[in-house]
């Protein structure tokens, strides 16, 4: 599987982006598909998932209420829609997909086989 990641830019705090990542299989509707953002010197983290045939989705506890994540099977396309940023929201976004991902490791980033390139989202204050 392949993942190509879009939709980043420069935004003012308070702003809002929505990220894109387009699939390259067929079979995307069977995977959870999900986000994850690197900030300078900081480690990877888990932003937000989203079940395989658009079941339930998860939330890292800071973008709760402000960020939603959905999919396009049809389309083989993840979003991420990304409201109220602020300073602390920059950095890189990755997409990622996995399979027979347990709920308690949703959030984990040894779950996820397959990762896209990233697209950097920077917020200005």
């Known amino acids: 599987v392949q993942l190509q990641a879009s939709g980043g830019g420069l935004v003012q705090a308070g702003g809002s982006l929505r990220l894109s990542c387009a699939a390259s299989t067929h079979t995307f509707s069977s995977y959870t598909v999900g986000w994850f953002r690197q900030s300078p010197g900081k480690e990877r983290e888990f932003v937000a998932a989203?079940?395989?045939?658009?079941?339930?989705?998860y939330y890292a506890e800071s973008v709760k209420g402000r960020f939603t994540i959905s999919r396009d099977n049809a389309k083989q396309t993840l979003y991420l829609r990304m409201n109220s940023l602020n300073a602390e929201d920059t950095a890189v976004y990755y997409c990622?997909?996995?399979?027979?991902?347990?709920?308690?490791?949703?959030?984990?980033?040894?779950?996820?086989?397959?990762w896209g390139q990233g697209t950097q989202v920077t917020v200005s204050s």
């Open positions: 990622a997909a996995a399979q027979g991902v347990i709920i308690t490791s949703i959030g984990s980033q040894a779950s996820y086989g397959y």
């Open positions: 989203i079940r395989r045939n658009g079941g339930a989705a």
